[in-house]
């Protein structure tokens, strides 16, 4: 829990202490940075708003280290602060003041997708797709475009994987969510369309090109022609 308002952190905090979880809680974005090499965690709830390095900051450089899940908070609505949290690799944000209840119903979520050992998968048991010049393989959860290596966030990938599942099919947002998120997942819809623009962004596509991914406008994204 990085939070530079101390009294949410120690409420925050009790919520998961009393769930089960053991919970480091810092308030600076330097200190979280230590603390995360340390402790390795499953889940960061992560606010955007710390003194020195700000949660944008310690998120870009925590993705160079984990694959943890980041849940963003901001007490700022704009949507240019949702979009910038979620650019550096965020799995879900939440704004201020929120419901300590909502935020253990994300972070459960968040924690019930399955984290994927790529040793543990047996060779050939999840075939690798392939749509055009971009190869998925999701046991192994590596992509390629024209045999280069892609770094996808653990959420672009699952995003990128459940379109490929079914690349004939137009996955409605709510779809899309089910299938990444889970059936129990609360909030805004649009998460979606963020995490599909960073995979077009990371993939070389654009959404005037679409090579990859295209946008059925008024239903939801479908996989492109790959070319």
């Known amino acids: 829990m990085v939070d530079d308002e101390e009294a949410l952190a120690r409420l925050v905090a009790g919520y998961l202490d ?6 480091h809680v810092c308030h600076d974005g330097a200190q979280a940075l230590n603390l995360l090499r340390e402790v390795d965690p499953d889940v960061v709830v992560l606010d955007l708003g710390l003194p020195g390095l700000d949660g944008v900051e310690v998120c870009r450089r925590l993705r160079t280290f984990s694959d943890c899940y ?8 704009e949507e240019v602060d949702t979009l910038i949290g979620l650019s550096v690799g965020a799995d879900d944000y939440m704004t201020k003041p929120f419901s300590p209840r909502e935020l253990m119903a994300r972070i459960g979520v968040l924690l019930r997708r399955p984290r994927r050992d790529p040793a543990a998968a047996a060779p050939g048991t999840v075939p690798a797709v392939t749509v ?20 996808l966030t653990r959420t672009e990938f699952d995003v990128l994987a459940a379109l490929a599942s079914r690349p004939g099919m ?12 889970g059936p129990g997942w609360v909030g805004d819809e649009h998460l979606v369309d963020v995490h599909v623009l960073h995979v077009r962004q990371k993939l070389g596509d654009s959404a005037e090109q679409q090579r990859f991914v295209r946008t059925v406008r008024g239903v939801g994204y479908r996989m492109g022609p790959g070319r």
């Open 18 to 23: 009393r769930d089960g979880f053991e919970v």
């Open 70 to 77: 980041v849940l963003m908070l901001t007490a700022r609505a």
């Open 132 to 151: 055009g010049s971009l190869t998925i393989d999701p046991a192994a959860r590596e992509v390629h475009v024209d045999g280069e290596a892609v770094a």
């Open 170 to 181: 137009v996955f409605s947002r709510a779809a899309l969510i089910e299938a990444v998120w």
